[in-house]
């Protein structure tokens, strides 16, 4: 058939795919990189509240919720990414609507979720998919 072509596979090359006024979608390893930060960050604060001072652990908790609420983390910030909703404002409800969707999406695929992007052309996770939302480079 002519006429149609297929996509280059992921990471052949070239800058990241815009999403529309001038975004620049994330790559893998920045989303990877991200969660491995958050990841230490909440799990090792928590485990050290746990251990040493469980009070500290009510200080911590508004913190997560804010993280999960506002889609702004420690992780993020440091990858150089920003979760986004093109065409519309990423509210608190859909920001935390994804953080529940990848908690539940990861255990059911069995890890599929997080490799989603490497073979999708907009770079989304299924949890992406189900919030409306995408990662982007800041």
């Known amino acids: 058939m002519t006429g149609y072509t297929s996509p280059p596979p992921p990471g052949a090359g070239g800058p990241p795919p815009a999403t529309g006024a001038g975004l ?28 040493h001072e469980p009070r500290l652990l009510l200080a911590w908790a508004p913190l997560a919720l804010l993280y999960a609420l506002r889609a702004h983390t420690l992780g993020r910030l440091l990858a150089g990414t920003r979760v986004v909703r093109p065409g519309g404002r990423l509210t608190a409800a859909r920001a935390a609507f994804r953080e529940l969707a990848k908690w539940v999406l990861w255990p059911l695929t069995l890890g599929l979720d997080v490799l989603w992007p490497l073979w999708d052309e907009q770079r989304r996770a299924l949890h992406d998919f189900a919030a409306g939302t995408r990662v982007v480079r800041r």
């Open 24 to 51: 620049r979608l994330a790559g893998w390893w920045r989303r990877v990189a991200a969660s491995i930060i958050d990841g230490l960050v909440i799990w090792g604060s928590a485990a050290y509240a746990v251990v």
